[in-house]
């Protein structure tokens, strides 16, 4: 198993072959997908030949590029995932992304894991600027951002083209949410004086 880091509670690994299963039950529960795509199911073949490939073939290098399987510590349950990715605007914004059972909710894992990945971003590779995308009405998401310190930066219209080419959504539908998205971000000064601050 290869780790990428561990915190409190959850383990951040790779990607395996085997986790197909796991993405397939993630990706087929309506309210993991609700503010995805309305919803709707994620169909077995694109798990299996667009998704899953597509984390197992994140950049390995010493960036910190990727996207991990998140495990909880004690039970040793899949629980979902989180990415930590290249913006590919510039060499030094990374884009935070996460999605989590149902069944994890309201328990702090998200946070927990974004606020690692944040810490690790800042304080091991040089990632300077953390951003992080939710539909406008997606309440529970931008708690999270807000509890790991990022501040709401604008509001956008997102694209159906954009919505496929994030590389863990799919819909046979061309219709998008008539709704806006918003994105947080974090600047590695201001992080740094949050942790002053919390001593």
Do not use: C
Request: net charge negative.
């Amino acid at each position: 198993m290869q780790v990428f880091l561990e915190t409190e509670r959850l383990i951040l690994r790779r990607f395996t072959e085997a986790d197909g299963d796991h993405l397939f039950a993630l990706d087929n529960d309506p309210d993991v997908m609700r503010f995805l795509n309305g919803g709707t199911p994620t169909p077995r073949d694109v798990i299996q030949n667009d998704i899953l490939p597509g984390f197992l073939h994140y950049d390995e290098d010493a960036s910190g590029n990727g996207a991990w399987a998140a495990i909880e510590k004690t039970s040793g349950d899949f629980l979902g995932w989180f990415s930590f990715r290249l913006s590919g605007e510039t060499s030094y914004e990374f884009i935070l992304g996460y999605r989590l059972h149902k069944a994890a909710w309201g328990k702090g894992y998200a946070t927990e894991g974004s606020g690692a990945l944040i810490r690790k971003g800042f304080t091991e590779l040089d990632v300077q600027r953390v951003v992080a995308t939710t539909y406008e009405e997606n309440i529970g998401s931008r708690r999270v951002m807000e509890k790991v310190g990022m501040k709401l930066v604008r509001t956008f219209r997102i694209t159906a083209d954009d919505l496929v080419h994030s590389g863990s959504f799919h819909s046979t539908s061309p219709e998008v949410w008539d709704g806006d998205d918003v994105e947080y971000a974090l600047e590695r000064a201001d992080w740094e004086r949050q942790e002053v601050l919390r001593g």
